[in-house]
């Protein structure tokens, strides 16, 4: 059992068991040979205590009592014989927890959770979204899911996240629970998309598993791309499809470009000789034939590639340079990606691995070639498929003319797994292209163009003044995921940290504060007027705090106006909820703008019984946020006692201020001074820890919450 849990939500004191027995835990809870390949049956009958229930992978099909030596009643649960699975889908949940049920085309799906939150309908949502992810899967798929039901478990913690257990998926609460007084739909989505990845596993995962953990991301990467098929099928109208990319694709490749990172696929014996199995679990591994032949059984990644191209073979519409294995072995079996770099004088493309231009040598001995499908535009207008196969490759049909108005897009809507860097020709075309009329690039393009041009500045492709060309278009920008991408790139971790301390930095700000105002205003007017009619806007649920706390600061003097408006409004009446929108934003520059008296509420507001977790570790952050010297030490004063606050509390207001232009010295010189104490709570290492951090962010700190 890993997961055993105390329960004091409620009054009396309950206990909770639940299992996770991935990669290799099952040989813990039983005998067994715990590998994903030795497939078995399993009979499963679990003693528990009469006023518990057990839950499994099947259906339970006997429920007696039985007294022991001691003459103690238990009741005994047996369930089904299960189908034939891996022993890391085993399962199983002992629980005092109340359900809701549907029934979905015979398979009985029901919601577990806290009595309390099924009575307040918490899990309804999950429960009306189950069955119709289940029903679009299975007509996607051609493929019934196989067993009579589905027990779906909130757990109110949980440090997996969710969990596919065949039968039995396990989630933290907040995966699964929407409380209905809640008009905004960013935690449906998060729910939509949770759910549908745990509901893709039943067939990739637990009817067809990988025939060891180093093809982990036929479970995983399969998943995780119909996970936005079956949120977007519920929640057509959130415009989910662009999520993906800022979500998944673009934070993938920041990862997957470091030297060190693995491939996909690799030998058994490299994995084993390098890595530990839970390393695998990590963002970068996340045919109708195929799932019908290896039901029950376990593929690797060549089985799937021979049932794809023998659709390939069937057709003649789509004609592929080499056979399927050998495009995908390009990018399953070696690790990092290409970026591409295109000479329109010329029409060459050529191809490398994206690497720090400082550390060029290849990590792996693999040729660095991949064979790379290229969509691509031309003025406007869509051009065939093309494909790049060798390390260099001239393609007549991509040089352009004279005219300042033939420009190319290559990777169109980001379909490829790849980066481009334009010759400095094709960048002046797109950014003026871009200032005349933004629409001419579809949005995800103008997102990728952005992520590429800043990622290659990094890496020492080009010049940051290239890369701020392509920015001198986004007073016209209107899309908050593509503006969430641009202040990912421009404050505060990147470009902010570097160049704080030269003269050009205020010049960045002011242009930065430029270009934001339309998009601000065009938010601020909702926020001010008819913050409701956001409430279907997933996008402003998302990225809005970002932009609006970014803008305060910035130093923008309405953000700063707004901020105090509806702090003082909260003050005057204490029941007064801020849009929860731009709530940090407004709590932290509430208390910035203030003095004392606004310190203090919020201080009083954090203690107050029924605030939220949330609510707390808003306000507990806001105060940090003072500007007075005297408030930020007292503040540091409260994280030592004992009384007011847990001990696990200091380290966090400790990060908290330092993070401060104020704050960072105090902090530093706070955690020297209180050096006896600190390492007497928390240990010597602990406490060196705290104070190298401290020492660090003391020098390099940077924050958008940083009034």
């Given amino acids: 059992v890993t997961c055993l849990q105390e329960m004091s939500l409620t009054n009396p004191l309950i206990m909770l068991i639940a299992s996770q027995l991935e990669p290799t835990y099952a040989r813990t809870v039983y005998p067994c040979f715990d590998e994903p390949a030795m497939k078995a049956t399993f009979n499963i009958r679990i003693v528990h205590d009469p006023s518990y229930v057990a839950l499994s992978n099947m259906p339970a099909i006997d429920v007696s009592e039985m007294k022991d030596e ?14 034939k699975m891996s022993t890391y889908l085993t399962a199983f949940v002992i629980c005092d927890f109340d359900y809701v049920t549907r029934t979905e085309r015979g398979n009985e799906i029901r919601i577990w959770a806290r009595k309390e939150a099924v009575k307040n309908g918490y899990v309804d949502y999950a429960l009306n979204i189950t069955g119709p992810i289940f029903s679009f899967l299975e007509d996607l798929l051609n493929v019934s899911y196989p067993l009579p039901k589905t027990d779906l478990v909130a757990l109110p913690d949980f440090g997996a996240g969710a969990m596919e257990n065949w039968g039995l998926m396990t989630f933290q609460e907040s995966s699964l629970m929407y409380q209905p007084s809640d008009k905004f739909t960013s935690r449906k989505a998060m729910i939509a998309i949770i759910v549908s990845h745990e509901l893709g596993h039943q067939w990739f995962g637990n009817l067809v598993t990988m025939n060891w953990w180093n093809d982990l991301w036929l479970n995983e990467g399969l998943a995780s791309y119909f996970e936005y098929l079956g949120a977007i099928f519920v929640e057509p109208k959130l415009s989910l499809d662009k999520i993906f990319y800022d979500h998944v694709v673009q934070p993938v490749l920041r990862e997957d470009n470091e030297r060190g990172v693995r491939s996909l696929s690799e030998t058994e014996e490299k994995i084993k000789g390098s890595f530990s199995l839970i390393s695998l679990f990590d963002s970068i591994t996340y045919s109708k034939s195929y799932l019908k032949e290896f ?128 010759d400095q020709l094709n960048l002046k075309r797109l950014a003026r292209l871009l200032e005349n009329d933004p629409k001419a690039i579809p949005a995800v393009s103008r997102f990728q163009l952005i992520d590429d041009v800043f990622a290659l500045t990094q890496f020492g492709y080009i010049q940051i003044e290239t890369a701020l060309e392509l920015t001198k278009y986004l007073a016209r920008e209107d899309e908050l995921f593509i503006w969430n991408m641009v202040l990912l790139n ?25 270009r934001m105002l339309p998009i601000y205003h065009y938010y601020a007017g909702f926020i001010r ?55 940090r934003t407004v709590c932290c520059y509430g208390v910035a703008m203030g003095s004392d008296k606004e310190w203090n509420f919020a201080w009083e507001m954090y203690n107050r019984t029924d605030s939220t977790k949330e609510d707390k570790d808003i306000l507990l952050s806001a105060m940090s946020c003072a500007k007075e010297s005297w408030l930020l030490y007292r503040y540091l004063q409260y994280g030592l006692s004992d009384t007011l606050f847990s001990s696990n509390y200091t380290s966090i207001i400790i990060l908290y201020a330092v993070t401060k232009d104020i704050g960072y010295r105090m902090a530093w010189e706070f955690v020297t001074e209180n050096w006896p104490l600190l390492s007497e709570r928390y240990g010597k290492q602990p406490a060196l820890d705290c104070l190298y951090f401290c020492g660090f962010l003391a020098y390099s700190s940077t924050s958008m919450f940083k009034p």
């Fill in 529 to 583: 007027q008819n913050v409701d009619a956001l409430e279907d806007d997933y996008f402003a649920q998302v990225y809005l705090e970002k932009l609006f706390a970014t803008a305060c600061w910035l130093g923008l003097q309405d953000c700063l106006n707004l901020s105090s408006e509806l702090y003082a409004k909260w003050m005057d009446n204490p029941e007064y909820k801020i849009p929860f929108l731009i709530r």
């Fill in 490 to 514: 421009l404050v505060p971790e990147n470009l902010e940290s570097t160049l704080k301390n030269y003269e050009v930095y205020p010049l960045l700000k002011k242009y930065l504060l430029k």
């Fill in 70 to 83: 001691n003459g103690s009643l238990w009741t005994v649960t047996t369930f089904n014989t299960s189908l």
């Fill in 295 to 422: 039901s029950f059984s376990n593929a690797n990644q060549d089985d799937l590639w021979t049932h794809i191209q023998m659709v390939v073979d069937a057709q003649n519409e789509v004609q592929l340079p080499a056979s399927v294995k050998q495009i995908m072995d390009s990018w399953t079996c070696q690790n990092g990606f290409p970026v591409l770099t295109l000479n329109l004088t010329t029409g060459t493309i050529s191809q490398e691995q994206f690497l720090n231009k400082k550390n060029e040598n290849s990590p792996d001995s693999y040729n660095n070639t991949w064979i790379i499908p290229i969509s691509w535009m031309r003025s406007g207008s869509s051009q065939p498929l093309m494909w790049l196969d060798k390390s260099s490759k001239v393609f007549p049909e991509m040089q352009v003319s004279e005219s300042e108005y033939d420009w190319v897009l290559l990777n169109v809507n980001l379909n490829g797994y790849y980066r481009v860097n334009y």
